[in-house]
């Protein structure tokens, strides 16, 4: 990887910045996807960075919650203890590759996996690879959210059009049902939710995704 990512994470210090209102909307579509059932929740962020986008969230769920949280960055997984320490959370915070299945396939099924900042740093090969494996990752009636940017630098895709606009394409055509799609006037990002009702028994292969910027 050649990106510097606590470079980054540093763009959440400005409210107004286009990572930070991506920020609030993963927050909101995650809050929905938690207020609409019952029970216990199995969930699954990877690429989780510091999980700033999930652990306030599940702090603040009326539903249980089990958070596993998959960062390769170790100060970033290290600030993702502390955070979930602080919430009062008990999430499993694991210091490792998120595109390698061994490093979470344990954990499986889930209701929600959480593939935010994902879809811009990876080919569209990967894209497809990666929503078609999460056929095989969720439980029945099991969300995804997922976000993708405008044409970021260096952006990986070989589509003229915008990104989102594929990655849409590929989860319907993959038989998920959209729940929500957030696509501002105004920013770059686009945060979506997708939901599978009747999971795949194909199965996962051993790797998703390699980040490619």
Known sequence: MTR???AWHEEYADPASSLSRRLEEVRIQLAAVLERGTGPVRLLSLCSGDGRDTIPVVAGAERDVVVTLVEL???LAAA???GAASAGIAADVRTGDAGVATTWSDVL???VL?????F???TDAAVKGTVAAA???LAPGGSVIWTRGNRVPDDPTGHLDDPAEQVRRVFLAAGFEEVAFVR?????????????AEPSAEPIPDRLFTFVR
Do not use: F
Not at 114 to 118: A, N, P, Q
Not at 184 to 196: E, F, N, Q, T
């Open 73 to 75: 960055d170790e100060e």
């Open 184 to 196: 501002p006037a105004d920013a770059s990002y686009r945060v979506g939710v997708a939901r599978l």
């Open 120 to 122: 811009g740093n990876v």
């Open 109 to 111: 099924p889930v209701d």
């Open 135 to 137: 056929r095989s990752m």
């Open 114 to 118: 959480m593939l935010c900042g994902v």
């Open 4 to 6: 510097d990512w606590h």
């Open 80 to 82: 993702a203890v502390v």
